[in-house]
């Protein structure tokens, strides 16, 4: 079994900053990548960052120069630094991790529970 749990979301005013976590754990050989998607209510999944082997990473346009993705390979982590955080940005946050559970496991996506990440004042 593979289970991703998020941390970190909450209420925060225009131009403040939250910091999410991922922590991915159980059954784990490889993984590929992980990344932060985020929906808001009415709207589509959107990718907002992502964080492949290697370490090369990828934004939305939408975060670019705000979030910042980054990972602990060590410890199956990822986190998502968000500064100059905008109304816009309100949404529930999911993680994901694109991963194999054992040797000859074709990889395959897992997705988080999500947290509710809201700027308002």
Partial sequence: QVQLVESGGGLV???GSLRLSCA???SIFRIYG???YRQA???Q???VA???EGGSTHYADSVKGRFTISRDNAKNWVYLQMNSLKPEDTAVYYCN???SRYDSDPP???WGQGTQVTVSS
């Fill in 13 to 15: 005013q225009p131009g």
């Fill in 24 to 26: 991915a754990s159980g």
């Fill in 34 to 36: 992980m990344g932060w």
């Fill in 41 to 43: 209510p009415g709207k």
């Fill in 45 to 47: 999944r959107e990718l």
């Fill in 50 to 52: 992502l964080i492949i």
């Fill in 97 to 99: 991790a694109h991963l």
């Fill in 108 to 110: 395959t996506g897992y």
